[in-house]
């Protein structure tokens, strides 16, 4: 386990949680993408749950849709939220799952189509997270994925009574970037071509 329970800011496993949004209907796709083969022997969902439960978050709500044959999931440790208004976009679905983080939680928000994590990634963010800002991998200028949210920037859209714009909403707060070398971090997996060139790549 990489988490340091020590590191600058004196995080503990608890405090951090990922939210994974996945209810988007995946048009281009043509298929759930929280299913696709990620060639691990895993479905994208539980890629990334297994990657984030192995560095050491125990705190994992995965966002889908009503329509999601969830049997297909596989089990783990991981909470599902069911998104049944697609219509409110992601922003959304984010917020369902900041519904159900424990008080005083930050998050990682990790787009089920960006399947790249490194843990020296997460704990390169991590060092540099304060409750009051987010945190952003960036390639060439590029801001890429994962998000790094503090604590009160979670409160915030937990006690917001209508569905914020997260971008808009990020606006508010602090922004930290740090430059990362992997162009990974930039990858959306949208249609059967991106898919195809990802899993040739890894």
Known sequence: MLFKQNHLNDL???????IIP???????MGSDKALLPAGTGLNFAANLVDNYFEYGVQFIILVVNENLD???????????????????GRSWSIQLGIQ?????S???????????????????????????CYVIPVFKGRGGHPILLGSKIVQHIRKSINVPDFR??????????VP?????????????????KWFAEN
């Open 168 to 177: 808009q909403l990020l606006n508010l707060f602090e922004r930290i970037e």
């Open 70 to 88: 969830q049997v297909q999931l596989t089990p783990g440790a991981y909470i599902t939220v069911i998104n049944s208004q697609l219509e409110l």
């Open 180 to 196: 990362y070398p992997d162009e990974r971090i930039l990858w959306n997996i949208n249609t059967p071509e991106d898919y195809n």
């Open 12 to 18: 503990k496993i608890g405090d951090i949680s990922v």
């Open 22 to 28: 996945a209810a988007g209907n995946s048009g281009r």
């Open 106 to 132: 930050s998050c990682f928000i990790q787009n089920i189509d960006n399947q790249f994590i490194e843990h020296e990634l997460l704990e390169i963010l991590l060092a540099k997270l304060k409750p009051d």
């Open 100 to 104: 159900q983080l424990p008080e005083g």
